[in-house]
Every structure is written in structure tokens, then in C-alpha cells.
Nanobody, 123 residues
Framework: QVQLVESGGGLVQAGGSLRVSCAAS????????MGWYRQAPGKQRELVAA????????YYVDSVKGRFTISRDHAKNTVYLQMNSLKTEDTAFYYC????????????????WGQGTQVTVSS
């Protein structure tokens, strides 16, 4: 089992920045990828960004490219999502997930989930 605990998030004005963190614990040797998903009211959950545990692969959904950066800190078993130039359409509940990928990080499995954190961007 892998446990994921998110922190960060909150309310920010459009154009501002936020960073969310996800600390992993437990059997982290069973995973090789972590990602951030988001779900807005009335919309499907989508993978926003993902990173391989080695750091060699990452993925961003087109709508956040150039604005969001995913990174990981091995020493802290933590993955970060730095969100800059936030837009109102980025408002959603953000979830951290951990799993495995084989060929494409964009198709990582989401075997473990955090509790989620709300990100609200006001106009």
C-alpha cells in the first residue's frame, strides 16, 4: 500500500500562483509514477501532469503546458505541482495519484489516491 497526503491549494486570483505537494509513504517501491488529476464540477476527472519516479518522463495536458511544472524530491518522497498564471478554468479539486507506467507516462495507472485539495481561481 502507498499512502498519499496532499497539501497546498487554496484560493488565488487569476494570474497568481499556487503550489500543491503530495507526500508518499508506504511501499513506494511498488510505484514508478505519480501524477496530479483534477475534477471540476460537472466535468470528468483529467490527468493534469505526471512524472516518473526517476524524473526521466513527464506529461502535461495541453491546457497547462507552459504554466504548470511537476517535480519530485526523492529524499522527501514528495511530488510538487507548481501552478503559475492560473486561470479561472483551473478551478477544480486536485488529486494526487501514484501508480505504474510502462511505455507512456500519460497512461500511468492510478492505483493509489490522495484525499484531494481544492484549488479555486477567482477572476
Amino acid at each position: 500500500q502507498v499512502q498519499l497526503v496532499e497539501s497546498g491549494g487554496g484560493l488565488v486570483q487569476a494570474g497568481g500562483s499556487l503550489r500543491v505537494s503530495c507526500a508518499a509513504s508506504g511501499n513506494i517501491f511498488s510505484i514508478n509514477a505519480m501524477g496530479w488529476y483534477r475534477q471540476a464540477p460537472g466535468k470528468q476527472r483529467e490527468l493534469v501532469a505526471a512524472i516518473s519516479w526517476s524524473g526521466g518522463s513527464n506529461y502535461y495536458v495541453d491546457s497547462v503546458k507552459g504554466r504548470f511544472t511537476i517535480s519530485r524530491d526523492h529524499a522527501k518522497n514528495t511530488v510538487y505541482l507548481q501552478m503559475n498564471s492560473l486561470k479561472t478554468e483551473d478551478t477544480a479539486f486536485y488529486y494526487c495519484a501514484a501508480g505504474v507506467f510502462r511505455r507512456s507516462i500519460a497512461t500511468m495507472s492510478a492505483d493509489y489516491w490522495g484525499q484531494g485539495t481544492q484549488v479555486t481561481v477567482s477572476s
